[in-house]
């Protein structure tokens, strides 16, 4: 019978990390930890910047529309806060919020050659909010998490972001510099010019709106001073600061260039009619119960910025 010696090996009883390893370890971890986040700073710098630029030009747009937009026909789009009120924005809640100055949007109607019944109607006033900041938003910041700045300088308006650094001292360099777009003048409004014409009633073409032109065919024209004119209408046409169109007579000579011409007319929409009357009270305005011996159609049209718009305009 053999005998099996059996040897019981003893397990180490030591567990876990003493003290010093601990130690050693959580600052290695701490050690790495600061490297991962200074690796990543330059991703999250890169993504306020991306943001703040996409904010910048998103109040572009809020305050002129999109200049790329385009219809079906491929005429541009006019939209805006500037389309909408015929004013700069004096602060970004003015994007949000309805300044309490301008009236609400609906639409303005004219009766434009006194027959009693209206036959210009514009919408005006204002239509927002033209930013939309997505769920929990109310305020208007950039990537950094501060306030935007708004400038206007003689018309040219100026939004900018100040940088990771929030100020504009420098140095400014890198993420500190500063993020502005400008909207010039030329980008919000543009000039009108008004040709008028009055139509031969022996060959009924073209001929210049000359007194003897416009009376040729009038049978016993009635007595008074007769002037030519157009009725203008656009927001704020008279110095309005509301919002709100307006009605302007804006007379024209019947000789020279028989032109008239509207410069730095805020973009949208506008209407114009001509008009040849007898100013019985010789106040130089169209007013009801005065006789009007020739007219030409009532005209909508848009505004195109940074351009000459130019319309015809026939007193049949």
Same mark, same amino acid.
């Given at each position: 019978?053999?005998?099996?010696?059996?040897?019981?090996?003893?397990?180490?009883s030591r567990e876990g990390l003493t003290l010093?390893?601990?130690?050693?370890?959580?600052g290695i971890l701490a050690l790495l930890a600061g490297v991962?986040? !200074?690796?990543? /700073?330059?991703?999250?710098? !890169?993504?306020?910047?991306?943001?703040?630029?996409?904010?910048?030009?998103?109040?572009?747009?809020?305050?002129?529309?999109?200049?790329?937009?385009?219809?079906?026909?491929?005429?541009?789009?006019?939209?805006?806060?500037?389309?909408?009120?015929?004013?700069?924005?004096?602060?970004?809640? /003015?994007?949000? !919020?309805?300044?309490?100055?301008?009236?609400?949007?609906?639409?303005?109607?004219?009766?434009?050659?006194?027959?009693?019944?209206?036959?210009?109607?514009?919408?005006?006033?204002?239509?927002?909010?033209?930013?939309?900041?997505?769920?929990?938003?109310?305020?208007?910041?950039?990537?950094?998490?501060?306030?935007?700045?708004?400038?206007?300088?003689?018309?040219?308006?100026?939004?900018?972001?100040?940088?990771?650094?929030?100020?504009?001292?420098?140095?400014?360099?890198?993420?500190?510099?500063?993020?502005?777009?400008?909207?010039?003048?030329?980008?919000?409004?543009?000039?009108?010019?008004?040709?008028?014409?009055?139509?031969?009633?022996?060959?009924?073409?073209?001929?210049?709106?000359?007194?003897?032109?416009?009376?040729?065919?009038?049978?016993?024209?009635?007595?008074?001073?007769?002037?030519?004119?157009?009725?203008?209408?656009?927001?704020?046409?008279?110095?309005?600061?509301?919002?709100?169109?307006?009605?302007?007579?804006?007379?024209?000579?019947?000789?020279?260039?028989?032109?008239?011409?509207?410069?730095?007319?805020?973009?949208?929409?506008?209407?114009?009619?001509?008009?040849?009357?007898?100013?019985?009270?010789?106040?130089?305005?169209?007013?009801?119960?005065?006789?009007?011996?020739?007219?030409?159609?009532?005209?909508?049209? /848009?505004?195109?910025?940074?351009?000459?718009?130019?319309? /015809?305009?026939?007193?049949?």
């Amino acid at each position: 019978m053999s005998r099996f010696n059996c040897t019981k090996k003893r397990r180490s009883s030591r567990e876990g990390l003493t003290l010093l390893e601990l130690v050693v370890v959580l600052g290695i971890l701490a050690l790495l930890a600061g490297v991962a986040v !200074q690796s990543l /700073d330059p991703i999250a710098n !890169q993504s306020r910047y991306e943001s703040s630029q996409s904010m910048v030009n998103s109040i572009r747009s809020a305050t002129i529309g999109d200049p790329n937009a385009r219809n079906a026909n491929g005429q541009k789009i006019i939209s805006g806060y500037v389309a909408d009120t015929a004013l700069l924005p004096s602060s970004l809640t /003015d994007l949000l !919020q309805k300044p309490n100055a301008i009236i609400a949007y609906g639409t303005d109607s004219f009766d434009s050659d006194r027959d009693l019944t209206n036959d210009v109607t514009l919408a005006r006033g204002w239509n927002g909010p033209y930013l939309q900041l997505g769920a929990g938003r109310i305020s208007i910041l950039d990537g950094w998490g501060n306030a935007l700045t708004l400038q206007n300088n003689s018309g040219t308006l100026t939004i900018a972001s100040l940088g990771s650094d929030n100020d504009s001292v420098a140095p400014e360099d890198g993420y500190q510099t500063d993020i502005s777009v400008e909207i010039p003048v030329n980008a919000h409004s543009g000039d009108i010019v008004l040709r008028l014409y009055a139509i031969s009633t022996t060959t009924g073409t073209r001929i210049d709106p000359t007194l003897s032109n416009l009376l040729d065919g009038i049978v016993s024209p009635p007595a008074g001073t007769k002037l030519l004119g157009i009725h203008f209408y656009g927001k704020n046409a008279s110095g309005g600061t509301t919002g709100a169109v307006q009605e302007v007579m804006c007379p024209v000579a019947m000789t020279g260039s028989f032109e008239y011409r509207i410069s730095n007319v805020p973009h949208g929409k506008a209407a114009a009619r001509a008009v040849f009357w007898v100013d019985a009270n010789d106040d130089q305005l169209l007013n009801p119960g005065e006789v009007v011996l020739r007219k030409s159609c009532a005209q909508v049209f /848009d505004i195109i910025p940074g351009q000459e718009n130019r319309f /015809d305009m026939e007193l049949r």
